[in-house]
């Protein structure tokens, strides 16, 4: 019977052993790491962050919580998060084309857009400047527009330049500061003329 106990116990002690020389070879996943900083570092340069950011941010906080169970020192969680940040950032990767292409498509309507509401602007400005109380707002106006033909050329270049996030997002804001324009000397045309 000691000799029961004694093999049983030693072998208690042998699975111990076992376990913690197991769990101090546990090591960060720094391969796995690496892949996924690169593949998220590649995506950035592909301007994913413009053209894909729902699938960028995804890759990025997938990065961000692999990082963390390192710290964590849960380093199976960590691998297995950083081979999905990998993978996130790949299929944002993938995704950047696409979105590109609608973009542009968008930046190109945006482009018809705003020169559609350039255009009616100059022409309530030129219709305001015929009225002398309201030449002066007639004349702010005419400097407003100038500077938005201005932005809408740099805008223009940009597009062509390829920096199509960037145009999509500088063609829609002027675009509404037209509109916005236009509403304001609208609304100021048609209020009462103050009284003398």
Known sequence: MFK???FSGLLIVMCALSLLVFAGCAKPPTEELAKADKAMEDAKQKEAPA???DLY???EDTLKQAKDFVAQKKYKEAKQAAIDAEAAAQQAIAGIEAAKTKMKGEAEQAVQDVQKAIDELKTTVAAMGKKKPLA??????KEAVAKMEADFAAAKEKLQGGKI????DQLKALKD???AKKEELTNLAAAPAPKK
Do not use: F, S
């Open 51 to 53: 053209y894909v950011p």
């Open 165 to 168: 996030g960037e145009a999509n």
């Open 177 to 179: 500061q037209a509109n």
């Open 57 to 59: 941010k995804k890759a």
């Open 4 to 6: 029961k106990i004694h």
């Open 136 to 141: 002066k707002a007639a004349e702010e106006a």
